[in-house]
């Protein structure tokens, strides 16, 4: 049997959609974690929220109190009121686990990375946990196909998640599609070539407001010492997309899908049909196993000094591309 | 010392034999049914007797002049027919053999109930049940012709021609191994060239004839096995910790669990949780999503181990006490098997 870790007491702020369905099962699931206290803006909505999972809840105002107490802290709250929550938790030495998108803008991504130690600040991209992209990762890391030569991505449908609780984007603030969904293919982009740069060839984005509704371009992921990768990208609330991000070879192409129990598929690069390639060893089928995933990783990396796959850090050249989209 | 080995053709039986060739002093005499048994063993140039040892007459021209007896066969074939077979073989092996020879009758440790992948009833196999069966056989012949007889119950089989060998060297190429308790568990495993150390054990009386496990010496955690394997291939070691399965759910409430996740009983109760107050609706509705959040991750903590061996328990192990250590025996080269000879296949 495993050594039992020991239990980690996690701190959420933000009781919305993505802590109460997600976070919050995950870490009353489990022993390795428990939850310290549950913490809102909206202090009632919080407080039901906490005694529905049978947690605690605290008013914001008493957050300086116990966050000593935790080891870590989900920052799951609009992106545009994170700063003063980062600067709590790093004058309290607590790690954070930031939901994404991380950043808005490459200022106040590296104001918040300088505010931590690189072990102690995560941003939650949690299909990098997916059992299909570590093994499209090992695929690409290991040239099992040679190199990749083009990138596509598209995802999105004619709405949003309807289950989901309003928008921030809705409410006026600036952002969108983009930032809501396209962080999450473009992070893998990012992620399984190793770019570490990039230059905006083309940027379409249908505006609703302040409020991107789809995004459409093309841009070239720089890498050290190789050539630049092209990535064509669709994100769009409007119509619908393949929901996937392609991986073109020479002669074969990878798909990774936006579900975690989607498997990696390959296909010869002008051929319909596809195969499975499976390994359900190598990572989370499920989300609850992703978001389970991605705080083992926090944890450990925590606990271990080192800084995780999910480290803040490793994202910053995906909030650079995302701050140039956004301006152009 | 001349050594006749039952069984010469078979996975085991095969590698002992050219393992035993090497061995100074040592003459090794495979018997085997017909020629196309001996076939490999030929090719690997060690000459073969042929013959039935269920036959009284030929058991005593096959068996007559040798000093140890190393009974590894098995019949096959209907369960009625191989039990008669194999009561035959262990009877004449003790009857058929010189009147100082020593039987070594290979068993297996599959008589224990509890030697059983994970997952499996606790319950003798048929063929843990047959094996038990030669064992009171083999006593009992033991007895009834004055052969000194060592029953030796074998683990996992591991070796140069064993399957399980060319597994585990798949297993660390193709790294990480899954392995329970991160494969400190006793491997319940035997190197061919301890299995060829013993059967020169028994010819030399060394311990007291008995029932005795055999397992490489002292005993190999799946660790060591794999340490090994791993070396010898040349690639590091790369271990993961297997979280076996564990439902942990009573009969019942796996029942209950079945009938609410049917979907006419889910479909029933949302119509009726509609008509409950919201308090109720969001605590319903988090217990679901921990619930399926807890049943997700265990399925994802249910590492299954790489290979079924792994799962088996660790056994409270009798060894032979004369046993060398089986690094040392690997160390020397005593486990290598040299290639087939060049050219046509050997007479006899």
């Avoid at chain 1, 072990?119 to 090992?138: D, I, P, Q, S």
């Avoid at chain 2, 090497?22 to 076939?39: F, K, L």
């Avoid at chain 2, 440790?109 to 997952?119: C, D, K, T, Y």
């Avoid at chain 2, 181990?305 to 328990?313: D, I, L, M, Q």
Wanted: glycine share 8%; with cysteine; charged share 20%.
């Amino acid at each position: 049997m495993e050594r039992a870790r020991e239990t980690a007491a996690i701190g959420v702020i933000g009781a919305g959609a993505i802590a109460r369905t997600v976070h919050l099962p995950v870490l009353t699931a489990t022993p390795e974690t428990s939850v310290a206290f549950v913490a809102d803006a909206d202090g009632r909505r919080a407080a039901e929220v906490a005694a529905a999972f049978g947690v605690p809840h605290v008013p914001l105002e008493r957050l300086p109190q116990v966050l000593p107490g935790c080891e870590a802290v989900l920052l799951a709250i609009p992106v545009s009121v994170r700063a003063p929550y980062l600067a709590m938790l790093s004058a309290a030495g607590v790690t954070a686990l930031v939901e994404k998108p991380f950043a808005r803008t490459v200022a106040e991504h590296e104001a918040a990375l300088q505010a931590f130690p690189p072990h102690r600040l995560a941003c939650g991209f949690m299909r990098r946990t997916y059992a299909a992209t570590r093994l499209a990762r090992r695929i690409l890391e290991e040239g099992w196909l040679g190199p990749p030569r083009r990138l596509r991505a598209a995802e999105g449908g004619r709405t949003t998640k309807t289950g989901v609780d309003a928008s921030p984007f809705d409410r006026g603030t600036a952002g969108g599609v983009l930032l809501d969904l396209g962080c999450h293919a473009l992070d893998l982009a990012f992620h399984l070539t190793g770019a570490r740069g990039h230059q905006v060839v083309r940027a379409e984005r249908v505006l609703d407001g302040p409020v991107d509704r789809r995004a459409e371009g093309e841009v070239l992921l720089l890498r050290n010492g190789e050539a630049p990768l092209p990535l064509q990208y669709v994100f769009s609330w409007l119509d619908p997309q393949e929901d996937c991000l392609e991986i073109e070879f020479d002669t074969a192409r990878l798909r990774l899908h936006a579900k975690p129990e989607r498997p990696l598929t390959l296909g010869g690069k002008n051929l319909t049909g596809e195969v499975p390639l499976v390994d359900p060893a190598a990572g989370a089928t499920t989300s609850a196993q992703a978001f389970y995933l991605e705080w083992r990783l926090v944890l450990d990396a925590a606990r271990a000094g080192t800084p995780s796959p999910l480290a803040a850090a490793s994202c910053l050249p995906l909030t650079a591309l995302l701050e140039e989209l956004h301006t152009r | 010392m001349r050594v006749a080995v039952l069984g010469a053709n078979g996975q085991v039986g095969s590698e002992v034999c050219l393992l035993l060739r090497g061995a100074p002093g040592v003459e090794v005499v495979p018997i085997c049914r017909n020629r196309s048994g001996s076939a490999f063993l030929r090719w690997h140039g060690l000459p073969c007797r042929h013959g039935s040892v269920a036959d009284a007459a030929q058991a005593r021209d096959l068996l007559s002049d040798c000093d140890v007896v190393a009974n590894f066969a098995l019949a096959v074939g209907r369960p009625r027919e191989s039990r008669t077979a194999n009561a035959l073989l262990i009877r004449q092996a003790a009857e058929a053999s010189a009147p100082e020879a020593r039987i070594a009758y290979f068993s297996t440790l599959s008589v224990h109930a509890r030697f059983q992948p994970a997952g499996s009833p606790r319950s003798r196999s048929a063929y843990g049940v047959e094996k038990l069966r030669c064992e009171r056989d083999a006593r009992a012949a033991a007895k009834r012709w004055g052969k000194p007889t060592w029953i030796l119950r074998l683990g996992h089989v591991s070796g140069a021609l064993q399957g399980i060998h060319h597994e585990l060297r798949r297993l660390v190429l193709a790294g990480p191994v899954t392995v329970p308790e991160e494969g400190r568990r006793s491997s319940n495993l035997v190197h061919t060239v301890t299995v060829a150390e013993a059967v020169l054990r028994v010819g030399l009386g060394s311990d007291p004839p008995g029932t005795y496990d055999l397992l490489s010496a002292p005993l190999w955690t799946w660790r060591d096995v794999l340490a090994e394997e791993a070396a010898a291939a040349g690639v590091p070691l790369r271990i993961l910790s297997a979280d076996p399965a564990g439902d942990g759910r009573g009969l019942l409430r796996g029942v209950a669990a079945r009938l609410l996740a049917a979907p006419r009983t889910r479909e029933l109760a949302l119509s009726l949780i509609a008509h409950l107050p919201e308090k109720l609706n969001l605590e319903a509705q988090s217990r679901h999503f921990r619930r399926r959040a807890a049943a997700e991750i265990a399925a994802l903590r249910a590492r299954p181990a790489s290979h079924a061996a792994f799962t088996f328990p660790a056994l409270e192990a009798r060894l032979l006490p004369s046993l060398t250590p089986t690094a040392r025996l690997l160390e020397e080269g005593r486990g290598r098997i040299a290639p087939p000879l060049p050219g046509p296949i050997g007479e006899p």
